[in-house]
């Protein structure tokens, strides 16, 4: 069982910039396939971006890209998510997935492609 933890949400102004963070506790993190996810309060949760577990591919929600770049740190266990150029349309809960049995250089866009989830991290950014 792994556990994720997010961190790094808060309340900013459009046009601001956050980095998400998210620890897992697991000394393999190197073998997991890395995504994230956010959610409006009544609405579906949808795609951000993910990392292949090698790395080497990467993907992002149409919308996003240019303004959010994923990143990992294997040493320090974390997968970041860097956000620049905050909308207020960008505010939700951010999740970060991770599943270790995804291919080396697939990138999982669907949340069914991932088995473990974190709790969630509140992105409000105001006008």
């Known amino acids: 069982q792994v556990q994720l933890a997010e961190s790094g949400g808060g309340l900013v102004q459009a046009g601001a910039s956050l980095r998400l963070s998210c620890a897992a506790s697991?000394?393999?993190?190197?073998?997991?396939?890395m995504g994230w996810f956010r959610q409006v309060l009544g609405k579906e949760r949808e795609f951000v971006a993910a990392?292949?577990?090698?790395?080497?591919?990467?993907d992002y929600a149409e919308s996003l890209k240019g303004r959010f770049t994923i990143s990992r740190d294997n040493a320090k266990n974390t997968v970041f998510l860097q956000m620049n150029s905050l909308k207020p349309e960008d505010t939700a809960v951010y999740y970060c997935a991770a599943d270790p049995g995804l291919g080396n250089s697939y990138v999982g866009t669907r949340e069914s492609d991932y088995v473990y989830w974190g709790q969630g991290t509140q992105v409000t950014v105001s006008s």
């Open positions: 697991t000394s393999t993190f190197y073998n997991y396939a």
């Open positions: 990392m292949s577990r090698n790395g080497g591919n990467i």
